[in-house]
């Protein structure tokens, strides 16, 4: 993780301005900034983004915008993305802690003696990953794009996928390719219970399951959709039911209920009792205060070595070219 901070910058949250969507906007318009949110932040976030959108999309918006200063709200790889994108760019992330779990989960240096071992194999990996990953990889995908960039690869290349093994069991299934899978995973998506999923399906009859690939096999088999979140989001506004069973993270619920008021979502249940577990802990750390202070004191600021940078920056702009 490469971010720089001045210790004295971070203010603790006191002495806020009561309108606090105003100040923001004001601030955005003095810095020139332009504010990417992810499906998965807190709807007052949504709310009041430049752009909303998953991860493909993000770093699309990224790759082209002309705003100054690139507020991110979402976590830490998606706030590395957008630096690669933009090396000149003030790039800021409202708490640094806002990390990933999957990301987590692959670290660089074993993935270098993985990838060692495998010398004949490209790698191509999730954009959840880390900036030093990315730097490591020959394409970057995202689940949106994922089957379409595997599909372009010629069949007797080997391919390394990493990090999520999930999404990479799923790749495989809907390519016929054989892949070697990293065995990484978001904490997130492995937190639904198939049990209480069938469940609900059996009190919800009328329910479409839609489920991201980054669920396990055994949750994405009940399935009625598989999808980004974007394609799930389009998906309840396309299709004729009125009600679904949702298994990503909840904040995506908040846009489709907005699409579609007249529609049921009902957040696909944890392994848990009573938790919180299909909420991304890392994505709820940011809020309107810190995406506040973070534009007020132009800090925590993302800088990247430049090698890094460099050499992450060739696989996203081969994402972008092998997606259009």
């Not at 290349?157 to 054989?178: H, K, S």
């Not at 991201?212 to 799930?232: D, K, Q, R, W």
């Not at 919180?276 to 809020?287: D, G, I, S, V, Y």
Request: glycine share 4%; aromatic share 6%; net charge negative.
């Amino acid at each position: 993780m490469f971010t720089t901070i001045s210790p004295n910058t971070q203010n603790p949250i006191t002495d806020l301005p009561e309108d606090l969507f105003t100040a923001i906007n004001d601030l955005k318009q003095e810095l020139n900034a332009v504010i990417l949110a992810h499906y998965y932040q807190e709807a007052d976030i949504q709310d009041l983004a430049d752009y909303l959108g998953d991860s493909l999309g993000l770093a699309q918006q990224a790759a082209k915008t002309e705003a100054k200063v690139i507020v991110f709200a979402g976590v830490h790889f998606m706030a590395e993305t957008a630096k690669i994108l933009n090396p000149d760019k003030l790039v800021l992330l409202p708490d640094l802690n806002a990390g990933c779990s999957l990301a987590d989960s692959c670290p660089p240096q074993e993935f270098a003696q993985f990838k060692a071992e495998n010398p004949d194999h490209i790698v191509i990996s999730y954009i959840n990953c880390t900036a030093e990953i990315k730097a490591m990889s020959d394409i970057i995908c995202t689940s949106s794009n994922a089957v379409k960039i595997v599909n372009q690869i010629p069949k007797d290349q080997p391919i390394i996928f990493a990090p999520d093994r999930n999404l990479g069991r799923y790749v495989m299934e809907q390519t016929g390719r054989d892949l070697l899978l990293w065995n990484g995973s978001c904490i997130v998506h492995e937190t639904f219970s198939e049990k209480k999923i069938v469940q609900l399906k059996i009190a919800h009859p009328d329910a479409e399951f839609i489920a991201h690939p980054e669920c396990e096999t055994n949750v994405l088999n009940h399935a009625n959709f598989i999808g980004s979140t974007t394609a799930l989001l389009n998906y309840s506004q396309s299709n004729s039911s009125q009600k679904y069973i949702v298994a990503t993270e909840p904040g995506i619920i908040h846009q489709m209920e907005k699409f579609c008021p007249e529609k049921t979502f009902i957040p696909a249940p944890g392994i848990k009792e009573n938790c919180a577990c299909n909420e991304c802990p890392h994505m709820r750390l940011n809020t309107l205060e810190k995406l506040y202070l973070a534009m007020k004191n132009k800090q925590p600021e993302i800088i990247l070595p430049e090698d890094i940078q460099l050499k992450a920056l060739k696989p996203m702009q081969k994402m972008l070219e092998m997606s259009l």
